[in-house]
């Protein structure tokens, strides 16, 4: 970004903006501090001695993914191509969210696995569980990279900082409470930054909404923008997808996005599961997802629509729309919009909220990292049978050292002009081809140790390959229509693969598939308890379930 950008982003901040920062970051240090007092075993460490109540790992659950990336880049995909972007939320996660509550956390809570990883070495062996720990530690660093530069970039535009100030500060904070206090730490902090997350951006919409003139002045605008009125309606999506063709655009959503992007990301991904696996009971942790759910289906009313604002009353932003120039681009939509219509102090909880979601993707990408790194890779394969102390120790310096690599990483991500593309682009090469191992060899017990490895391995391959042809102009893909192919042909190749593989090679017996496999678990075992802490109806996950996929309709029926 160029000084002459960095000049039109600076923001205004007074002193009562950075008391309210101060104060933030006292009670984020505090918070890991205390949280230290709670860790004297690695299971306190790793995954909160699993006795956290779901309201506190619901609310986790959904700040964890509620980082830079979802705010910068559904802000950028709003001011981009409006409407559409619902459905990273409706169709890209909320299913998706109630199909791992429902049926998958009964297989991770019940099997008393620590991490996912772990799950597939029980499943399938060494070879699939080395694989996967490999690539989700990989995709780990990449991905809390993107959320460092964010930051940083953000500290350093907005307040003046030099980046690798702002680059360091902002790794040093994250650090220091989740080496602290271990998972406790992140997740305590993630349920206060999303109540500061939502206070920052709800009276940002608010404000932005009365600049425009209402709901109705803001469909006017966006109307007579470029981009024009197919920007109000969520189907069929054409300009996010890429397709020209209504029909490919639809079925690129709900296969590429709503299917496999989506349940990959959200039944298979660590970072969420851990959420999950840290509450204190069956129920609670199905409930995780459930709960996290209701909030996921109203942020993109103060995440999506501040962006498409944005697009239709920042001059700067209005010409870079209109002819791709200016010394702006979509990833700053929400920066500008709080530029021109946020005062002091109000700046300063804006600040804070923006930083906060950013130190939470990024803390939760750590916590993550530390757990599978340690007990998944070295443990398993470095040093085993240690003392249990020395595992806890390791993974406070796991720590340390994938906050260093992630400062490396931030500047892979300089590279994009919309982050959202650079994401998708992660999750079809990591979570698409995992998805397809997890739910065959979930509800197939004939899937071999063997197909669980290779399945994934060429999997990844063919994500990577759309992506090269994609990027050389073989395929022409604009949009994230690269990414929702890739994913697309990751989970298609890893199911014939494993098929094929699994009909000539050794199944596991019988035996050691109970737990593991859904027609070889007793139903007993996938059943929640609805006695004591988990008594009443509305703690009854089936209908919770239920309640949510009735609001998810109605909203893709009124905003479609």
């Known amino acids: 970004m160029d000084v002459l950008a960095q000049e039109e982003l600076r923001l205004d901040a007074g002193a009562v903006d950075y008391v309210l920062l101060a104060l933030y970051f006292v009670f984020v240090l505090g918070i890991g501090y205390l949280a230290r007092r709670s860790v004297s075993t690695s299971l306190d460490f790793f995954l909160s001695g699993r006795a956290l109540p779901a309201w506190v790992t619901g609310l986790a659950f959904i700040a964890a993914n509620l980082g830079a990336i979802e705010i910068i880049g559904m802000s950028a995909n709003g001011a981009e191509y409006g409407m559409?972007?619902?459905?990273?939320?409706?169709?890209?996660?909320?299913?998706?969210?109630?199909?791992?509550?429902?049926?998958?956390?009964?297989?991770?809570?019940?099997?008393?696995?620590?991490?996912?990883?772990e799950f597939m070495l029980r499943r399938f062996g060494k070879p699939a569980h080395l694989v996967n720990g490999i690539s989700f530690a990989v995709a780990q660093v990449l991905i809390a990279g993107v959320n460092l530069y964010l930051l940083a970039s953000i500290v350093n535009v907005l307040l003046g900082w030099p980046l690798w100030v702002s680059v360091i500060v902002a790794a040093v904070i994250v650090l220091t409470?989740?080496?602290?206090?271990?998972?406790?730490?992140?997740i305590y902090n993630e349920v206060l930054q999303f109540f500061v997350?939502?206070?920052?951006?709800?009276?940002?919409?608010?404000?932005?909404?009365?600049?425009?003139?209402?709901?109705?002045?803001?469909?006017?605008?966006v109307s007579a923008s470029p981009g024009g009125a197919e920007q109000l309606s969520a189907w069929?999506?054409?300009?996010?997808?890429?397709?020209?063709?209504?029909?490919?655009?639809?079925?690129?959503?709900?296969?590429?996005?709503?299917?496999?992007?989506?349940?990959?990301?959200?039944?298979?991904?660590f970072v969420e599961v851990q959420r999950a696996m840290a509450s204190k009971s069956m129920s609670a942790a199905q409930r995780t997802p459930i709960i996290g759910a209701f909030p996921k289906l109203l942020i993109p009313f103060i995440v999506i629509v501040p962006g498409m604002i944005a697009g239709v009353a920042v001059q700067e932003l209005v010409v870079f729309k209109a002819t791709s120039t200016g010394n702006v681009d979509y990833n700053d939509a929400i920066l500008l919009l709080m530029r021109d219509l946020?005062?002091?102090?109000?700046?300063?909880?804006?600040?804070?909220?923006?930083?906060?979601?950013?130190?939470?993707?990024?803390?939760?990408?750590?916590?993550?990292?530390?757990?599978?790194?340690?007990?998944?890779?070295?443990?398993?394969?470095?040093?085993?049978?240690?003392?249990?102390?020395?595992?806890?120790?390791?993974?406070?310096?796991?720590?340390?050292?994938?906050?260093?690599?992630?400062?490396?990483?931030a500047f892979i991500a300089s590279g994009y002009e919309n982050l959202m593309d650079y994401l998708q682009?992660?999750?079809?090469?990591?979570?698409?081809?995992?998805?397809?191992?997890?739910?065959?060899?979930?509800?197939?017990?004939?899937?071999?140790?063997?197909?669980?490895?290779?399945?994934?391995?060429?999997?990844?391959?063919?994500?990577?390959?759309?992506?090269?042809l994609a990027e050389v102009g073989v395929l022409d893909l604009p949009g994230q229509g690269a990414s929702f192919v890739g994913a697309g042909a990751a989970f298609v190749v890893d199911i014939v693969v494993s098929v094929l593989v699994s009909l000539v090679t050794r199944p596991k017996p019988d035996a050691e598939l109970v737990g593991l496999v859904y027609s070889l678990t007793p139903r007993t075992k996938l059943k929640a308890s609805a006695s004591g802490e988990d008594a009443g109806w509305y703690r009854k996950p089936g209908l919770m379930a239920g309640i949510v996929l009735v609001i998810t309709i109605v909203l893709n029926i009124v905003f479609g």
């Not at 409470?177 to 992140?186: I, K, N, R, V």
């Not at 790194?373 to 340390?400: E, H």
């Not at 899937?447 to 994934?456: E, H, I, V």
């Open 84 to 117: 559409p972007t619902m459905h990273y939320f409706w169709v890209g996660a909320v299913p998706a969210m109630l199909f791992l509550g429902i049926v998958m956390m009964p297989f991770y809570y019940g099997s008393k696995v620590r991490s996912v990883p």
């Open 177 to 186: 409470y989740t080496a602290l206090g271990g998972l406790s730490a992140a």
């Open 197 to 221: 997350i939502v206070a920052a951006l709800l009276p940002l919409t608010l404000v932005g909404l009365h600049k425009v003139g209402g709901w109705e002045g803001l469909v006017g605008k």
């Open 236 to 269: 069929p999506g054409n300009e996010l997808t890429g397709f020209t063709n209504s029909f490919l655009s639809v079925l690129g959503i709900v296969f590429g996005l709503g299917f496999v992007l989506a349940f990959g990301y959200w039944t298979t991904n």
């Open 342 to 409: 946020l005062p002091n102090g109000i700046l300063g909880v804006a600040l804070a909220g923006l930083l906060a979601s950013f130190m939470a993707g990024m803390a939760a990408n750590l916590s993550s990292f530390n757990t599978v790194f340690t007990y998944d890779i070295w443990q398993a394969y470095i040093a085993k049978d240690k003392p249990d102390q020395y595992y806890l120790s390791m993974g406070r310096w796991v720590t340390v050292g994938a906050t260093v690599v992630a400062i490396g990483t």
């Open 425 to 468: 682009q992660l999750f079809s090469f990591f979570n698409a081809p995992l998805f397809a191992t997890f739910i065959l060899g979930m509800f197939w017990k004939r899937m071999t140790p063997t197909a669980g490895w290779l399945g994934l391995v060429l999997g990844t391959a063919s994500a990577v390959t759309v992506f090269a």
